[in-house]
């Protein structure tokens, strides 16, 4: 039966931040008081040399969870169990706490376009998502945690509402939330809609980890760059998903035009006052 505690019993780690190549040193040199890092999956399959000897050195101080780009749970083509075995071979050599991907393909035809593609939201589709997240919890013994896309565009196919979408596979599969509040708000720019509509469909106590970043408006519409800092909507919408009882771990997201680790880490920290604060 699917796991109905709260965070699929994962624990809370705290304030966490993204293991980046331009903090490395400064990591190693310092090891900083910070609760926990997330590693982009891909970066650290089929590599070894000087990547992967800072990874085991940081894993060894600092819990780690991993978060990839390349699962493509919504596509057409048939899973791959190849990289679905790196992955888990990863996760367990380092000791991720657990394994996030996002809701949407990445390619078909064995071509990979390194980009994050909308789904239509239809009945197929949603029957199609859940035999390849239940695939995917199989091949790893574990819950995936899918992580709410931000879209630019949508399908006129679509019969469903997004935040609805995640409700329901959550209840068919039994999979988490990876909730990223840039993300409802870019998209809610972007279509139209009310980002409070979407936090409230959703079952906050499947939310094992939350996501903020910074964005580019553009005025018409919003980019997901994760360039920081994080814009005052979004840290709301992260005291308004406190407010409706999510409890779990929060990561800033700064993937572009990243500063020094410092001012990462005081961009971070603002997150435990709008938590706190609600």
Not at 48 to 76: D, F, K, N, Q, T
Not at 157 to 164: G, H, L, R, V, Y
Not at 177 to 203: E, I, K, M, Q, W
Not at 259 to 267: G, I, K, R, S, T
Request: charged fraction near 20%.
């Amino acid at each position: 039966m699917p796991d109905s505690s709260p965070r699929l019993g994962h624990p809370d780690l705290g304030i966490g931040v993204g293991l980046r190549t331009v903090h490395y040193r400064e990591i190693i040199e310092r090891w900083p008081a910070v609760p926990w890092f997330e590693i982009i999956t891909e970066n650290f399959l089929r590599t070894r040399g000087r990547p992967w000897e800072i990874l085991e050195r940081v894993a060894s101080r600092y819990p780690i969870v991993m978060h990839g780009v390349s699962l493509s749970i919504g596509s057409a083509d048939p899973l791959d169990p190849v990289y679905l075995r790196e992955v888990r071979d990863l996760r367990d050599r380092i000791g991720a706490r657990w394994v996030s991907d996002h809701l949407c393909w990445t390619g078909v035809n064995g071509h990979n376009t390194h980009d994050l593609l909308p789904l239509p939201y239809t009945p197929e589709t949603l029957g199609h998502v859940t035999a390849r997240v239940q695939e995917v919890q199989e091949a790893w013994g574990a819950a995936l945690i899918l992580e709410n896309p931000s879209s630019y565009v949508g399908f006129r196919a679509s019969t469903i509402p997004e935040w609805e979408f995640l409700a329901e596979l959550c209840h068919r599969t039994g999979c988490g939330l990876l909730l990223d509040v840039n993300n409802v708000y870019v998209s809610s720019r972007n279509h139209g809609f009310d980002p409070l509509t979407y936090l409230d469909a959703l079952p906050m106590e499947r939310v094992v980890q939350i996501h903020v970043a910074g964005h580019t408006d553009l005025g018409t519409h919003c980019i997901d760059t994760h360039i920081g800092p994080v814009v005052p909507p979004v840290w709301e919408l992260l005291r308004a998903a406190w407010q409706r009882g999510v409890r779990a771990s929060i990561l800033l997201e700064w993937d572009a035009e990243i500063p020094p680790l410092d001012d990462v880490l005081a961009e971070a920290a603002k997150a435990r006052e709008y938590a706190e604060g609600a």
